[in-house]
């Protein structure tokens, strides 16, 4: 409530549990980002709390979102998330198969993909950041030219805490700054023991 009374605007929640024990407290005060894996079973819970979900990265997932946000009667504005250092065990799309994905998505017609996320693989130096955030940005302007229908890319989410400036620098219009604002997140806080 402090944040949001200092003038933070849009929330981003890695759970939907934690979300909805939020959203109960603070409602439509802000606006609510689901910047989390999203798992097919949840996609009801997140089209009702959410007002953006930043991490689809299947046309699968993209479906669920786009059948549950019409039975809300709802428009759903998406980010796609790229795999910008191809990590095996990280989500999202591969930047080579992100137009594919996302000409599939604009079709459906409760879904709106207006933009992209990447993470990028952890690195010791912010610096090294640089190179997963200029590949996605150059993907970003590329499908930005194709004028695809229902695709609008107007937001590029990259860059956290230890590397939102160089991020910034290569385009992002939306940084993760959890930790600089709320601190590190202790394990307690996703009701686990430890």
Not at 10 to 25: D, H, S, T
Not at 121 to 143: A, Q
Not at 162 to 168: E, G, K, M, R
């Amino acid at each position: 409530m402090e944040a949001i009374t200092a003038g933070i605007k849009i929330i981003g929640e890695n759970y939907i549990q934690e979300a909805e024990r939020l959203y109960k407290v603070i409602g439509n005060r802000v606006e609510w980002h689901f910047i989390g894996h999203l798992q097919q079973n949840k996609v009801k819970k997140a089209t009702a709390i959410f007002d953006m979900i930043e991490t689809v990265d299947s046309f699968i997932i993209a479906q669920e979102i786009d059948k549950k946000s019409a039975e809300a009667g709802k428009i759903m504005p998406v980010l796609i998330e790229i795999n910008s250092g191809r990590e095996a065990q990280k989500s999202g799309v591969l930047p080579e198969n992100a137009e594919a994905l996302i000409s599939s998505i604009s079709n459906l017609q409760s879904i709106r993909v207006c933009g992209m996320m990447t993470m990028g693989p952890p690195v010791s130096r912010p610096e090294d950041s640089r190179l997963y955030f200029r590949e996605t940005k150059r993907l970003f302007e590329n499908l930005k030219q194709r004028n695809l229908p229902n695709v609008e890319m107007k937001y590029l989410s990259m860059g956290m805490t230890d590397s939102y400036l160089i991020a910034v620098e290569e385009g992002a219009n939306i940084v993760r700054l959890g930790r600089k604002i709320f601190g590190e997140r202790k394990a307690k806080n996703r009701g686990l023991q430890g």
